[in-house]
């Protein structure tokens, strides 16, 4: 498997995500992340990283640490390695929307032979990522979601096995934020100009349309605040506010562990 389908989708001149090469296989930990992308519909893209490339799954409700969940993954087409760093706006064309570096970490195969695991459909691996962790499974299913270009060898499913990392926490919605800028969607976009966002506008409709909606407006009030901030006095405000950031980034992970110790 190589970039073609990857680079065919894209134009590397109006996008600013990485045109990416194959990499070749070192002896580092394989790489796994997670990036939440909201595009034409919320999802999040599930990548492992496997003989130079990252083997990607979108996975529309994110993944469940409760076992008996079971989130549809749709295989899509294998990203450059260098895409799991990627967080940023994809202002037109295929993709187009906020990319958020959600979780990122080492994954490790249950198994020697993982292109043998991947052509069964049944994949068993351990994560070792800030929010993911302990033992999961990829399976195919035999179709029936049809899936991108109907092709039902896509649809797959991402479980987690019982473990002592398993629970009940609604992960997606507890730990929301980016694991690279700590932002949320509206941090990202306010990165951005939202002007000139505006006229770039992927998705008109539907729930991610008005989920993108309100993101562009609380992204402009972000960019006036901060410029409000930028007359003030700068040091002393962002000394705070990193301080503030750190002190909350703290407690959500001691909260986090505290509340995967009490579950078992
Ligand atoms: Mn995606």
């Known amino acids: 498997m190589a970039l073609e389908e990857y680079k065919r989708k894209r134009n590397f001149n109006k996008t600013p995500e990485p045109e990416g090469k194959l990499t070749q296989a070192s002896s580092r930990a394989r790489f796994f992340c997670v990036q939440k992308h909201l595009a034409?519909?919320?999802?999040?893209?599930?990548?492992?990283?496997?003989n130079g490339v990252l083997l990607s799954w979108a996975v529309p409700k994110g993944p469940s640490l409760d076992p008996k969940t079971k989130r549809l993954a749709m295989q899509v087409e294998d990203h450059p390695v260098e895409y799991g760093d990627f967080e940023g706006v994809i202002p037109e064309g295929y993709g187009a929307g906020i990319v958020m570096l959600w979780d990122r970490g080492t994954w490790t195969p249950e198994t020697d032979d993982i292109d043998g695991a991947l052509k069964k459909g049944d994949l068993k691996f351990t994560l070792d990522g800030y929010k993911l962790k302990g033992s999961w499974v990829l399976v195919r299913t035999g179709g029936g979601y049809g899936g991108r270009g109907g092709d039902p060898k896509r649809t797959w499913l991402l479980i987690k096995h019982r473990d002592e990392w398993a629970g009940d926490l609604d992960i997606a919605e507890f730990a929301p934020r980016s694991v690279k800028s700590d932002g949320d969607f509206e941090d990202i976009l306010g990165e951005k100009a939202p002007a000139v966002w505006q006229s770039h506008r992927?998705?008109?409709?539907?729930?991610?349309?008005a989920m993108l909606e309100q993101i562009i407006e609380r992204a402009a009030k972000l960019k006036d605040a901060r410029h409000a901030t930028n007359a003030e006095d700068t040091d002393k405000t962002t000394a705070a506010t990193k301080k503030?950031?750190?002190?909350?980034?703290?407690?959500?992970?001691?909260?986090a562990a505290a509340s995967r110790k009490t579950r078992k």
């Open 40 to 50: 034409s519909h919320l999802h999040y893209d599930f990548r492992l990283e496997h």
């Open 202 to 209: 992927p998705a008109k409709g539907g729930d991610a349309g």
């Open 244 to 255: 503030a950031a750190g002190a909350k980034r703290t407690s959500t992970t001691k909260k």
